[in-house]
């Protein structure tokens, strides 16, 4: 994956939701997990080489969730429920021009996914889930998931160490450490313990039949965090999808055999992937008559208003053709779109 990034700010409910786009293809998006912090995360060595194994040939995109990392840190008491998390992702997708991605999500991402893939089933192109579950009621025994919420709410310090032991299975007490200082500098104590009890609340049952995105549900035997029955019970509800058990117990896919995680993404995601060193033109992209005339346009710089003007056209028949050509050319903005275009002989 190429080390270029760029993290830029979603004006988002009032604030801003900070994001990262990472590398250059089709468009491969993470929704946020629990809490999490766009620059710190990534100096974390098993982190990055994670990322960059399953995102190799993507445009990685990633962003903290509003009340933790790189985004404004306030939550509102609307912030909590799954449709606001699903209109946050909606938002970002807009923002880019994104008409159709492949997601990958992880933990509480995973319901996220689930239930973006079940309402905008046109808007997803393939579906990954790893450390999924269906009922956050069911992931811990009766009165232990308030325990850990007291323990986060009443002393940050020891609540981070004891989370850092649930999420990580067998790491260096080093890694142990390290997570919890990263937890306890990407949220404060009050909102890591609202937020944990949203991934508590969040229940993606009436979702999964919904969803038609061809899914992998990846999920380790011995998982300490999310259940192995939890994954299983959503790989048996959502229709067509395949399950692939891994062992371990770290309950992050960075830990432990990572390599396992990311070789069962990258067979799941490659074939989403286009091959532009090897396919003709005419093989690899099938351009419309109009399409073609909009991104010659768009060659020009043109905006879309402008386009619209020339072209006897609404703004909004422009932007979606060319949200459509970007798609096509697997490229996330115009400028990007243009020069592959310009690659293949498009224009």
């Not at 993507?58 to 009340?67: A, N, T």
């Not at 046109?122 to 790893?130: M, S």
């Not at 992931?139 to 020891?158: E, Q």
């Not at 371990?248 to 532009?276: I, K, M, N, T, Y």
Request: charged share 25%.
């Amino acid at each position: 994956m190429s080390g270029k990034s760029e993290i830029r700010f979603l004006p988002h409910a009032g604030r801003r939701v900070a994001y990262e786009i990472r590398g250059d293809g089709p468009p491969l998006v993470a929704p946020a997990w629990w809490v999490s912090h766009l620059e710190l995360d990534w100096q974390s060595a098993d982190f990055r080489q994670f990322w960059e194994g399953v995102g190799e040939g993507y445009s990685l995109i990633r962003y903290d969730r509003l009340g933790v990392g790189m985004s404004d840190r306030t939550v509102h008491e609307s912030d909590l429920s799954l449709e606001f998390e699903v209109g946050t992702l909606r938002a970002l997708l807009d923002e880019l021009q994104l008409d159709r991605v492949s997601l990958i999500g992880g933990s509480s991402g995973s319901c996220t996914a689930i239930a973006f893939g079940a309402a905008y089933p046109e808007r997803v192109e393939r579906l990954v889930l790893y450390g999924s579950y269906p009922n956050g009621a069911a992931l811990t025994a009766p009165g232990v998931g308030n325990a850990i919420l007291a323990a986060v709410r009443a002393h940050w310090g020891l609540g981070s160490r004891l989370l850092s032991d649930i999420f990580l299975g067998t790491a260096d007490s080093e890694e142990y450490e390290r997570f919890a200082r990263v937890q306890r500098e990407s949220a404060s104590a009050e909102t890591a313990a609202t937020l944990l009890d949203l991934v508590y609340r969040l229940d993606v049952r009436a979702d999964l039949p919904l969803v038609r995105a061809p899914a992998l549900v990846v999920h380790r035997r011995d998982d300490r965090a999310v259940p192995y029955r939890a994954g299983r019970e959503v790989a048996a509800a959502v229709p067509g999808a395949t399950f692939v058990p891994l062992h371990g117990s770290a309950h992050f896919p960075w830990h432990g055999d990572a390599d396992s995680v990311v070789r069962a993404c990258r067979e799941w995601l490659a074939p989403a992937q286009s091959s532009p060193g090897h396919a003709s033109p005419s093989e690899s992209v099938l351009l419309t008559d109009r399409e073609r005339e909009i991104l010659a346009c768009v060659a020009r710089g043109l905006s879309d208003r402008e386009i619209a003007e020339q072209l006897v056209l609404s703004s909004h028949t422009v932007h979606r053709h060319v949200a459509n050509i970007r798609r096509k050319l697997g490229r996330t903005s115009r400028t990007a779109a243009v020069a592959e275009a310009a690659r293949l002989g498009l224009l």
